[in-house]
């Protein structure tokens, strides 16, 4: 509107005189202090955290939505179970092949069977579960809460006093987290497999020094440290897709941004918890036998 | 009866952008209030602002004694069931058809039996006239359709508060009427306060006890009907007639250059003498009489003192003629 005005208003305005030019700055304004970029990556974790907190407090808080969750569980698990499988044939194949090669070349080849099972149950499969979690499972979900985000859906949900955290995440990181688990026997028990198939068929093993070393070497607790690792992977990839889900920047791209971004995320934030926890757990149990 | 809506001091920024500072008010109780405001001036944050789901950095929002802005989450998530909100573009659920769509509350905060649900339900979507389409999703209706859905969604747990984010756009001037009436009549049958947000003239004429403007970051004013109506206030005088001459520009206010040259270019704007204040809409026939209407009767005459000359003229005549007709 730069051509001139045949009119004049009866008056000049009685507010202080506008600022002219597009990029001034508001008069009187409130003044803010500058959100300084370098601690921009620090508020996006503590965001992470915060949300992370309030979903598990979400969680002991009634009503619970088990149609929701069930709904969300049977859709994580349709997406994941099936290139679950497929994927771990080939992985346990691939690390009985390396392990059994290795063994041979030392000479420890009766103990094929311990080290590739402990391989693939404490790490492959873990690593498998997190992969599809976080790949299927979580890029769904910021999706879904991402484009409800931007439709004004949450608000709307918000405004009619249901908490969106309680009636869509809460349900949503359980559903991961139980099909992380589950999941994770899944591959276990197919990777192991595999792996047996493998050695015994490929490479010669024998299948009683394959189960014998397995019995020497492996024990309890590692199971139990892959299925833990199993829950909090699922927790994690839950909670990150639902923080990209919940924060999309800008319209329809940004949706597809977030989606993009959870993953990655998820992955670097699960590797690393992975090393953590494989470092914590060597430290603390002792291996069998020694 | 509806809730008083008391805004005090409120001033909302998004970065280093001021959207409106130092805004205050009070919704009366049970009565009709319409936010104007050329687009872009923030109206909308205002109602969002209003009901929690934006964070004014100064001010508080009192409802029932509890700060929209400050309290606990968990009061402030109680005091949004008191709320109905209708959104600029209804804000349905996709992945549900407008009947679970409209049921969703009832669902969600009651213990209603499905039948039950049925009824309310069913209810609400004759009052907004979507009867036959209660099946669908909302991507397969129109925006209007969607709009009037929303609106049932809002009216489906008796609010005590209606907040409407522009009910006009998208709708054409005959269902815009309709909608009119129909939020008068709302308001006659359960006391609801109301405010509406909008930039529909026609609304802004007919519907509202009460008027308020924003512009430029400020409340322009804010105050019985007539008070805006028979303004002299250039913003709001170019707004009601719809003007190019005077303070708004395309982009939110015009700089100086351009207001000087419209100074320099010195043709008084036609006036029209003192606007003529369009008389309020009245509840349809067979509705009870607006308990909100006779309560801002009683509040206004008592502020009569304060008001500008030309307000008090046209609230004299609002109430002369059909003083003990319906109105009163």
Not at chain 1, 60 to 85: D, G, H, K, N, Y
Not at chain 2, 115 to 138: F, N, Q, T, W
Not at chain 2, 158 to 167: F, M, R, S, T, V
Request: hydrophobic share 45%; charged share 20%; net charge neutral.
């Amino acid at each position: 509107m730069t051509a001139p005005m045949p009119v004049r208003p009866p008056e000049p305005p009685e507010k202080p005189p506008p600022p002219t030019g597009p990029g001034a700055t508001a008069p009187a304004a409130p003044e803010q202090r500058r959100p300084s970029r370098l601690l921009a990556p620090l508020r996006e974790t503590g965001k992470l955290f915060a949300l992370a907190v309030a979903v598990a407090r979400a969680i002991f808080r009634r009503p619970f939505q088990v149609r929701e969750f069930i709904e969300q569980f049977w859709f994580v698990a349709s997406v994941t179970i099936l290139p679950a499988a497929l994927v771990s044939i080939p992985f346990g194949a691939v690390i009985a092949l390396q392990v059994g090669s290795l063994t041979q070349q030392l000479g420890a080849q009766s103990f094929t069977g311990g080290a590739s099972v402990l391989a693939v149950i404490q790490q492959a499969s873990p690593i498998i579960v997190a992969l599809l979690i976080s790949g299927a499972a979580g890029s769904a979900i910021c999706a879904d809460l991402g484009s409800r985000k931007i439709r004004e859906e949450l608000d709307a949900m918000e405004v009619m006093g249901v908490s969106p955290i309680q009636r869509l995440v809460v349900p949503r990181v359980l559903a991961t987290m139980l099909v992380a688990v589950l999941l994770n026997g899944l591959i276990s028990v197919v990777g192991t497999l595999g792996g047996y198939f493998f050695n015994v068929i490929m490479q010669d093993g024998t299948p009683g020094a394959y189960l014998a070393s397995f019995s020497a070497l492996a024990q309890l607790p590692d199971l139990y440290i892959s299925e833990f690792k199993a829950l909090i992977f699922g927790f994690i990839a839950g909670i990150v897709a639902a923080y990209r889900g919940l924060n999309p920047r800008g319209g329809p791209k940004g949706v597809g941004d977030a989606v993009n971004q959870s993953v990655v995320i998820t992955f670097m934030l699960l590797f690393f918890v992975n090393m953590v926890l494989t470092a914590i757990y060597l430290q603390i149990v002792p291996a069998k036998g020694s | 009866m509806g809730i008083e809506v008391v805004v005090e001091g409120l001033t909302k920024s998004f970065g280093k952008q001021n959207i409106w500072q130092d805004v205050s008010l009070t919704l009366p109780a049970g009565e009709v209030s319409v936010m104007l405001g050329p687009s872009g001036t923030g109206k909308t944050v205002f109602l969002k602002s209003i009901i929690g789901l934006l964070k004014p950095e100064q001010g508080r929002v009192l409802i029932n004694g509890v700060d929209m802005v400050n309290s606990s989450e968990r009061d402030i998530m109680e005091t949004r069931k008191l709320f109905g909100l209708m959104f600029q573009d209804g804000a349905l659920f996709g992945s549900m058809s407008l009947f679970d769509n409209i049921a969703f509350p009832l669902r969600e905060h009651t213990r209603k039996k499905e039948s039950e649900i049925r009824r309310i339900v069913m209810e609400r979507i004759d009052i907004v006239g979507l009867l036959g389409a209660e099946g669908k999703l909302p991507g397969e209706i129109s925006g209007g359709m969607r709009k009037r859905a929303g609106l049932a969604r809002a009216l489906v747990l008796d609010p005590q508060i209606i907040l409407c984010d522009e009910p006009d756009s998208g709708l054409d001037p005959v269902r815009t009427a309709y909608l009119s009436q129909l939020l008068i009549d709302l308001n006659a049958q359960i006391d609801a306060t109301m405010l509406i947000v909008t930039h529909n003239l026609d609304i802004a004429a007919t519907v509202p006890d009460n008027m308020g403007m924003l512009f430029c970051r400020n409340l322009v004013t804010f105050g019985p009907r007539e008070v805006l109506l028979t303004s002299d206030t250039p913003v709001v005088s170019q707004f009601l007639a719809g003007r190019r001459e005077g303070p708004i520009g395309m982009s939110e206010e015009k700089d100086a250059a351009t207001l000087a040259a419209e100074q320099l270019a010195d043709t008084a704007p036609p006036r029209t003498g003192p606007r003529t204040v369009v008389p309020q809409l009245e509840p349809s026939p067979g509705m009870p009489v607006r308990q909100g209407a006779l309560r801002r009767r009683e509040r206004v005459m008592s502020m009569m003192g304060q008001l500008p000359e030309a307000a008090r003229t046209a609230i004299l005549n609002s109430y002369a003629p059909a003083a003990g007709g319906a109105r009163a």
